[in-house]
């Protein structure tokens, strides 16, 4: 019985990483992370695009645009939506999540879900760096697992 699973191997892979300016200390630690995880993946400069947007909310529109073009073979979202004192943090972040959840089912595309949903700052750093990992190399990983997998299942 074979068994398919994809590699961390981003060689060869075409990958957009989009980022949300707001909390931008942490959306940079983020990135960081992520760059850094891809570079260790084999991932090549001149094949990583950084596109920034306002905040965690227009991630999903970037995010079409990008996958509508056709030149990327996995996407990286980052951002970091902390919560204040009004019901916007679950309008924000579940905008984000289910909007990066739509584009990538549309267009077959991964896309490595990094937006942290903190209560505040301090558990947003500790998840973009600090004792928590970094969110962002986990997102670039899991980008780059899935568009392996998917040459795989596509054959």
Same mark, same amino acid.
């Given at each position: 019985? =074979?068994?398919?699973?994809?590699?961390?191997?981003?060689?060869?892979?075409?990958?957009?990483?989009?980022? +949300?300016?707001?909390?931008?200390?942490?959306?940079?630690?983020?990135?960081?992370?992520?760059?850094?995880?891809?570079?260790?993946?084999?991932?090549?400069?001149?094949?990583?695009?950084?596109?920034? @947007? =306002?905040?965690?909310?227009?991630? =999903?529109?970037?995010?079409?645009?990008?996958a509508e073009s056709g030149r990327y073979d996995a996407l @990286?979202?980052?951002?970091?939506?902390?919560?204040?004192?009004?019901?916007?943090?679950?309008?924000?972040?579940?905008?984000?999540?289910?909007?990066?959840? +739509?584009?990538?089912?549309?267009?077959?595309? =991964?896309?490595?879900?990094?937006?942290?949903?903190?209560?505040?700052?301090?558990?947003?750093? +500790?998840?973009?760096?600090?004792?928590?990992?970094?969110?962002?190399?986990?997102?670039?990983?899991?980008?780059?697992?899935?568009?392996?997998?998917?040459?795989?299942?596509?054959?």
């Amino acid at each position: 019985m =074979p068994t398919l699973e994809g590699t961390l191997r981003a060689d060869g892979l075409r990958i957009g990483i989009l980022v +949300s300016r707001f909390n931008e200390r942490v959306t940079r630690a983020l990135l960081e992370g992520a760059l850094e995880a891809l570079r260790r993946m084999g991932a090549a400069a001149e094949e990583i695009t950084t596109v920034w @947007v =306002p905040g965690a909310f227009e991630l =999903p529109l970037a995010a079409k645009a990008l996958a509508e073009s056709g030149r990327y073979d996995a996407l @990286v979202a980052l951002g970091a939506v902390i919560r204040g004192e009004t019901a916007h943090f679950e309008y924000v972040a579940g905008g984000a999540a289910n909007g990066l959840a +739509s584009v990538a089912q549309s267009f077959t595309l =991964p896309i490595g879900f990094g937006v942290l949903t903190t209560e505040d700052e301090a558990q947003a750093f +500790s998840r973009a760096g600090g004792k928590g990992g970094n969110k962002g190399a986990e997102a670039a990983q899991a980008a780059v697992e899935m568009a392996s997998l998917l040459r795989q299942l596509k054959g």
